[in-house]
């Protein structure tokens, strides 16, 4: 379908991991034929969440996790995001164990509004005798060293971090992915795309189509997008952000498709049987 042509700007905020840069690279330096000019604002994820709670800017991207609070005012765009298989967020711990190790323990997390949070909560639940002691939110680049130093007992991380933990002198206690999978059958649902819906159907459709043609147009040239993706990957080895990349963008970034909803609808119908967000409509997360 052709990109509907927007003359307006539409504003967006995405953050520096290769991932998100690798999918926005062709929008973001204006390569998409008949594409809105995005004014692009770089932010790490829990920040995003916060400005679709606020309302702030037309396109944002968030952790699924915040999806309750955030759809009567914003669509959920079918493309663009992070889903996938193995590459779920890691518990790590400073010495080997076991799930029953973190009984009433220090936790470190990333945000309370996380995908990763969720998959956490819902992990622990049914692993985690008598659940976990404290949960301490702390920025993402923060909790391996937390760990490492002994501040908390375990932390959540995401990202590169599943290719970086062993330089801290960490071990991994447990792979929430590899619980979601093994207990479900689905992707991990992580970080979505979602879109003012006063922006109207015509122009969500043709964000959506831009997104979708950003994602394939990286895919086609790979080197168009990496001086790009290297500038944001706050010194990160390139060969770390090409690993993160091919974990994170994949088919599902291309299309949600069945078993992306499937995915996204089970988190969140699970996590609200737990008392953990609120609960979906039936057509929340229909896309206009």
């Not at 799930?99 to 969720?118: D, I, M, N, Q």
Request: charged share 20%; proline share 8%.
């Amino acid at each position: 379908m052709p990109v509907m042509a927007i003359t307006a700007p539409v504003s967006i905020a995405y953050s520096p991991c290769p991932n998100d840069t690798f999918v926005f690279e062709a929008w973001a330096h204006g390569r998409v034929p008949d594409a809105a000019p995005p004014q692009v604002t770089f932010a790490d994820i829990d920040v995003t969440n916060g400005m679709a709670e606020r309302g702030e800017l037309d396109v944002l991207k968030v952790s699924y996790a915040v999806l309750p609070w955030v759809l009567e005012e914003y669509a959920l765009l079918p493309c663009g995001g992070a889903l996938g298989r193995g590459c779920g967020p890691l518990v790590l711990t400073g010495e080997p164990g076991d799930a029953a190790a973190l009984s009433g323990k220090k936790v470190a997390v990333p945000s309370e509004r996380s995908t990763a949070y969720l998959l956490f909560r819902l992990w622990a639940a049914a692993e985690v005798p008598g659940g976990v002691g404290e949960i301490v939110v702390l920025p993402f680049h923060e909790i391996m060293p937390a760990v490492r130093d002994g501040a908390v007992d375990a932390g959540l991380v995401i990202h590169e971090a599943r290719f970086t933990y062993q330089q801290y002198g960490l071990h991994k206690l447990a792979d929430m992915g590899e619980h979601w999978e093994a207990t479900t059958g689905l992707p991990i649902p992580l970080g979505a795309i979602i879109a003012k819906r006063s922006l109207g159907t015509k122009t969500l459709r043709s964000l959506a189509e831009t997104i979708r043609t950003s994602v394939r147009m990286a895919w086609q040239d790979p080197d168009a997008s990496r001086p790009y993706v290297l500038e944001h990957a706050q010194e990160m080895d390139p060969a770390v952000a090409e690993q993160h990349i091919g974990l994170y963008v994949n088919a599902f970034t291309e299309n949600l498709g069945d078993d992306g909803y499937a995915a996204v609808r089970g988190l969140l119908d699970r996590a609200a049987a737990e008392g953990l967000v609120p609960p979906l409509g039936p057509e929340a997360l229909a896309f206009p």
